[in-house]
């Protein structure tokens, strides 16, 4: 058993550490099979193209509520139990998705994909826990590096999948794999059991006060909602664009969405930069790129493959924006020190996917009254707000990078 001290004396081994990376990624993954597939699956089930958006969106939505109340429930609950209860909630909510007959249904199965989906949030730290002191970023580093790319490669993948078997196949896939995944995790993973020194309700109750009295927290996560809104824009509308525009099969979208992949070599660098200080620089950068690799597919459209060669830069040099400035922030986060570190980071991933949320019902209402235009207008938009709020960082700084709270 491992309680909430952690393994000081033992070292994660290699296969334990790999195994969680790979959960992760492949739970991760839930959250974005249905991106490259708005089309498909608006077709079947009968939505109009204004609502395609949503698709998405409530997916995120599910997830955020899961960050909100489930991730806390592992500070006052058996782990493994809670991790098997709610994979076995996403095989259900999976195989509804795959079988659903139309939209509401269909709906109902994304929120629940979404709240299920937040098992990952419960493995990462369960990997800290269980890594000894001198290994334990290391261990949180390759944990992270396997949802990065469970993200990165879950699109890809789904369009692939598509191609070959229609847009159900996915789902019913991946319920398949996660359930393979429950039962090795049901008998790979050690118990821990959190010490029972909090309740839920005080930790629920707490996260208002977190959220007021830590300007870092809400700096950061106001950064990354910004400039994942404009990731889930992006990808949202992309698919419905490259058909509409390119002609583009899904297969040909399979390998679009595989470009983006490239994107995921920023996550280790913006890392190891950071730990030299360059924190606020770096973040500089990612905002500007965002806003760079949006504005110039907006100011450049049309159906020439010079157009089709810029969104491809696009989808690659806006990956890597969203994917390091997302371990930057991290790292600012993690470095308060807070015996609140996971209530931290929940309502962190909550603000910044609350983002994403409103991106992806942005793309859908957009693409619908003023195509690719007002969408990638929009899409530029979103990261000149956080240029803008970035602006004002400097002379708070000193105020934000020594914030603490230990309740």
Not at 79 to 104: C, D, E, F, Q, S
Not at 148 to 154: D, N, V, Y
Not at 188 to 206: D, N
Not at 295 to 320: K, R, V, W
Request: proline share 3%.
């Amino acid at each position: 058993m491992v309680n909430e001290q952690g393994n000081q004396d033992n070292r994660i081994s290699s296969w334990m550490m790999f195994l969680l990376a790979a959960a992760c990624g492949l739970i991760v993954a839930n959250l974005y099979y249905a991106q490259p597939l708005v089309g498909p699956i608006r077709l079947a089930t009968g939505l109009s193209a204004a609502a395609a958006g949503f698709i998405v969106t409530v997916t995120q939505i599910g997830y955020v509520a899961g960050l909100l109340f489930i991730v806390p429930l592992s500070d006052v609950m058996e782990n493994r139990r809670l991790t098997k209860i709610m994979l076995m909630v996403a095989v259900g909510a999976l195989l509804t998705a795959g079988l659903a007959p139309n939209a509401p249904l269909f709906f109902i199965a994304a929120l629940f994909i979404g709240i299920a989906s937040v098992v990952a949030q419960i493995l990462v730290p369960f990997a800290a826990y269980l890594a000894s002191e001198d290994q334990r970023g290391r261990v949180v580093g390759n944990v992270m590096s396997g949802l990065l790319l469970g993200i990165m490669f879950a699109r890809p993948l789904a369009s692939f999948v598509t191609s070959l078997w229609g847009w159900r196949a996915i789902f019913i896939l991946s319920a398949i794999v996660i359930s393979l995944l429950t039962v090795l995790l049901s008998f790979a993973l050690p118990v821990r059991k959190p010490l029972p020194a909090v309740r839920y309700q005080k930790i629920i109750l707490s996260l208002g006060a977190i959220l007021q009295q830590t300007p870092s927290l809400r700096r950061r996560a106001m950064y990354q909602a910004c400039l994942f809104g404009a990731f889930s824009l992006f990808w949202t509308v992309v698919p419905l664009h490259l058909a509409d525009h390119f002609g583009m099969s899904q297969i040909g979208i399979a390998w679009f969405a595989l470009v983006g992949v490239g994107g995921a070599i920023a996550a280790p660098i913006a890392g190891r930069l950071a730990d030299k200080g360059w924190s606020q620089m770096l973040t500089g950068i990612a905002i500007v790129v965002a806003v760079l690799s949006f504005l110039i597919i907006h100011l450049f459209q049309s159906s020439s493959a010079f157009a089709l060669i810029l969104l491809f830069a696009s989808a690659i040099t806006l990956d890597m924006a969203v994917s390091g400035n997302l371990v930057i922030s991290q790292r600012t986060i993690y470095s308060l020190g807070s015996e609140a570190r996971g209530r931290l980071n929940g309502l962190f991933m909550a603000i910044f996917f609350v983002g994403g949320a409103i991106g992806s019902s942005l793309g859908g209402w957009s693409y619908t009254l003023g195509g690719w235009s007002l969408t990638s207008l929009i899409g530029t938009i979103l990261p000149l707000l956080a240029l803008g709020y970035f602006l004002t960082e400097k002379r708070a700084t000193g105020r934000i990078e020594h914030t603490t709270l230990d309740s």
